[in-house]
């Protein structure tokens, strides 16, 4: 349930990965590839990750918020790679009884992903291309 990869992402695969009989809600997160950042156009990203720490590092976010939240599951998979404008590349989804839940750790997770997980970004521009740094962006 805690992925990096070079595949495309399917955020019905990682609903269907975290719902149980007892859930009421599921909360998902999808990152795109948007066409801007600071006022400069962006074609693409390139995401680049340290996979077993990247992993690793997801599953004690996840961890933590089942515990924190009171969540039934959750899950994230994170794209690697250049990607389009468009492209999804990051997903989260929670699931637990009630939304309130969900919708919490669904965005604390996210913070912290781009906080702590090893994936690194670059942003490729008319002018040039720059690495971000770490973080899901």
């Not at 969900?102 to 720059?130: I, N, R």
């Amino acid at each position: 349930m805690f992925e990096v990869t070079d595949a495309p992402l399917s955020v019905d695969d990682l609903v269907q990965s975290v719902l149980t009989a007892g859930d009421g809600a599921v909360v998902t997160f999808v990152g795109t590839v948007r066409d801007n950042n600071d006022g400069r156009r962006v074609f693409a990203l390139e995401y680049e990750a340290y996979a077993g720490l990247a992993e690793a590092e997801m599953e004690r976010i996840g961890m933590e918020m089942i515990s924190k939240h009171g969540l039934h599951n959750i899950a994230m998979r994170h794209r690697t790679g250049k990607l389009p404008v468009g492209e999804t590349s990051v997903i989260i989804a929670a699931s637990s009884s009630h939304r309130a839940e969900a919708f919490a750790a669904c965005s604390e997770a996210l913070d912290m992903l781009k906080a702590t997980v090893p994936v690194w970004k670059k942003e490729y521009f008319e002018d040039g291309e720059v690495w971000v740094g770490q973080g899901a962006g």
